[in-house]
């Protein structure tokens, strides 16, 4: 009995065969290009987060920018574009001025915040 069992399993198995990948017309390739447009923001005022980035796609013809609030006060932004295989080609640019605190006090010299697990509370 065994024996038919493994027999009757073993015919309903069925080769498994794979091609190669059909070539693709032109037409269809084109209309599979990558097209895209994003953009984020973020400004946070408790923590002096601002941030943000834009870009948009269309083929192999990208452009963008993306800008980040410095601790020192300025603005920097970042205004980027590829078109095709010249690669990645950026302008950096700043806005304002640096700005640092009127300690006596250097930031390297200045002790770490030091981390203390939670207490465990019981209810």
């Avoid at 309903?12 to 990948?21: I, N």
Wanted: hydrophobic letters at 25%.
């Amino acid at each position: 009995m065994m024996l038919c069992l493994a027999a009757a399993v073993t015919a309903d198995r069925r080769p498994t065969f794979y091609a190669a990948p059909q070539e693709s017309s032109e037409e269809s390739y084109e209309s599979s290009e990558a097209q895209y447009n994003f953009n984020y923001a973020v400004k946070h005022e408790d923590s002096g987060n601002d941030f943000g980035h834009q870009e948009t796609r269309d083929g192999d013809n990208t452009k963008g920018s993306y800008y980040v609030q410095l601790p020192d006060g300025r603005l920097q932004t970042v205004t980027y574009y590829v078109d095709g295989d010249s690669g990645y080609v950026a302008q950096v640019s700043y806005q304002g001025e640096a700005r640092y605190p009127d300690s006596d006090e250097s930031y390297e010299s200045r002790e770490a915040p030091r981390y203390a697990p939670p207490r465990p509370t019981y209810g």
